[in-house]
């Protein structure tokens, strides 16, 4: 039996069916991706099976006890307190807690917060936003849910959070749905497409690519069978038009067919069109763009996040930053532009620089002024190339219709403003192009049609991302973040650099494996008494880390004070290593001996 059935399903705000009479089955152990144009509903879906929703028509069943928890896609702004608060609150909205005792209940959020790495005391309000993720991610599990509901998991995650995500829904959650544009991510955990096209599901029990293909091949057909289909209707028109020269049965039957194709057609949706992006290059900046020259920067009374950074950028480089969160990312950026000066060295740039700055934050954007008011500064047109054009008509390129063009900036959704974002940068002749996570919220089809013109585009980019596909399209080398300042340059994608990391971990394991071999090469007495000593010192290791694990467990284990819990985490950290390399030299000397 399934998990959830959903049958008949229909659900609108107004205007045309966001769901329109769709079916849905979610079964054990799926792992299925919703994806969709922007605005087509799947937010919408996630939270009609959560419960925040009630469909138009339809009916939805479950199984007996059937629970669900949902990540939204934006961090709440109203969350308070600490960590070990917030992931609680998530129990009130469930009937989870009536099912265990309340020291049952304390000991699997206890649980769940040590899993997450996170500390139950930390005020929710001063975390990073990858921080505020796993909280968020906490008080989704706390109530063990039999569906978790995910909506845009990996916005505002940097690469590495990314990653650890991965990881942890792939052991440890066994039923999910989830929303994404990150394709790395829905290639690595999805087993199943979800496909929200215009109102209506289709399912598909493939991997991304597959379904690439297929979806590519489906609409080639209905555009075939819709021209055969005009083309029919527009030879009937022509025929009423010119007038029924006999009312016989025959021809009575034409006319209502006729009516039946134009009723058809009236209710035919069209797929969404893709956005008109077209950069504008600006004349030819010199040859050296910019170049740094042993800079370092630092906030008032803080150590400092960018060190002694050389670097030669030149035009036409296609640059990728990418580092943690809070690594000083958009800081190297304003540093590069001129924006903010280094405390120590200098930046000079080339002649005849053009920048044009795409901001994560769209700072720029002004949230009570429309559209049409944020690009065109108050006037009915701009110049494009050279040519005018009406505000209006610019900003249909980027899918605004002419209500849309005409609404305040406030009432935009995350995709939109971003679409926004865009129009305003390609409003603008460039020859270096800075942006700063441009790729948040929008669709693939978007990101796609980005990635072509960067790709294109005969100027010099500086980007900063975390979408791992998008930085293989499009950068020539990377520049990587590290701590205490440290910046280095990789020649090639994020994949080459993945690769490169991969090959230095083996050339390292192979080199200590023949290291090994050839300084311990017999088993002598000292190697017997290391071996004789190993089974002891792996169980005491293992009951240290049981009775860390009975302590952490304890209801009233958060009474306790946050240095002591810190302390008994990293411990726990520690005695996992410690067993793992204990479990290693044990086999290596049973090898020897042997």
Known sequence: MALLSMHGISLSFGGDHLLNDIDLNIEIGDRACLIGRNGTGKSSLLKLINGHYSPDEGDIRSAKDFKTAYLPQDIPENLTGNIIDVVRSGLTQTSSSQHHSEVETEQIIGKIISHLSLDPYAEFE?????????????????CEPDLLLLDEPTNHLDIES????EEYLLRHCKTFLFVTHDRSFLRRISNRIIDLDRGSLAQWNCNY??????????????EVRNKVFDKKMAKEEVWIRQGIKARRTRDEGRVRALMTMRDERRKRRTKTGNANLNLIDAELSGRKAIHAKHITFAYENETPIIKDFSAQIMRGDKIGIIGTNGSGKTTLLNLLIGKLAPLQGEVIHGTKLEIAYYDQHRATLDNNATVAQNIGDGLDTLTINGQPRHVISYLQDFLFTTDRANSPVKVLSGGERNRLMLAILFSKASNLLIMDEPTNDLDTETLELLEEQLMNYKGTVLLVSHDRAFLDNVVTSLL?????GKITEHIGSYSD????????KNIIKKAGKKKSSTTKSTFGFNQKRELKALPKQIEKLEQEQTDLHNKMADPNYFLTSPEDITA?????????????TAYDRWTELEELKA
């Open 126 to 142: 001063t975390l990073s936003g990858g921080q505020k993720r796993r909280a968020l991610l906490a008080r989704a599990l706390a």
């Open 162 to 165: 990314i990653c650890w995500m």
């Open 209 to 222: 690519d597959d379904f690439m293909r297929r979806k590519s091949d489906l609409l080639h057909d209905e």
């Open 480 to 484: 990587l973040l590290e701590e205490h």
């Open 497 to 504: 650099l993945m690769e490169s990391r991969a090959e230095q």
């Open 568 to 580: 008994n985490t990293k411990r726990e950290a520690e005695i996992t290593t410690e067993l793992e």
